[in-house]
C-alpha cells in the first residue's frame, strides 16, 4: 500500500516496519526535512535542554576571548565551511518564511547535508577533521 509524502506530496512505499508511523519518502531532502521538523518540534517541547550548556560556552567563550579568532584563522577550509553551511542554513529559512507550509524542496533537491559534503569533496577537505 502506497502512502503521500509529507514533503514532496509524491506517493511511496513506506518500510514494512514503520508503515504506520513513517511520514517521509526516502528522498534525501525529505529525510533531511522530516528530521529538521522533529528536531524543531523536540526543541520547542523541551526549551530549556540547551539553555545551560549554551551559556556554559557563551561564558567560556567570554573568558577565551582569542579562541575563535586564532582557530579561524589557523583553519581557513573550516571558514569557509562555516559560511557556506550558514548560506544554506539562511536559504532554507527564507525559503521556508516565503513559503508558509515550510515543506518545500530544498535547494535543487539536495540537502544541505549533501551540498555540504559535495563542497568539502571538491575542495578536498577532510569531513573528519573539519566540524561545523
Ligand atoms: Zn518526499
Redesign the pocket.
Known amino acids: 500500500m502506497l502512502k503521500k ?1 509529507l ?2 506530496d ?1 506517493r ?1 512505499r513506506p518500510d514494512h516496519r514503520a508503515y504506520t508511523i513513517q511520514k ?2 526516502r ?1 534525501p531532502s ?1 529525510r533531511w526535512e522530516r528530521k529538521h521538523c522533529a528536531q524543531r518540534r523536540w526543541l520547542a517541547n523541551n526549551p530549556d535542554y540547551f539553555g545551560p550548556w549554551r551559556l556554559k560556552k557563551r561564558e567560556w567563550a567570554r573568558t577565551h576571548p582569542s579562541y575563535w579568532k586564532t582557530y579561524r584563522r589557523r583553519h581557513p577550509a573550516y571558514v569557509d565551511q562555516h559560511r557556506l553551511y550558514c548560506r544554506l542554513a539562511m536559504r532554507y529559512q527564507r525559503k521556508k518564511l516565503i513559503k508558509k507550509d515550510g515543506l518545500t524542496p530544498l535547494l535543487d533537491g539536495k540537502s544541505p547535508l549533501q551540498l555540504e559534503f559535495q563542497f568539502t569533496k571538491q575542495n578536498g577537505m577532510d569531513k573528519n577533521t573539519v566540524s561545523i
Open positions: 509524502c514533503y514532496c509524491s511511496f517521509a519518502c528522498k525529505c
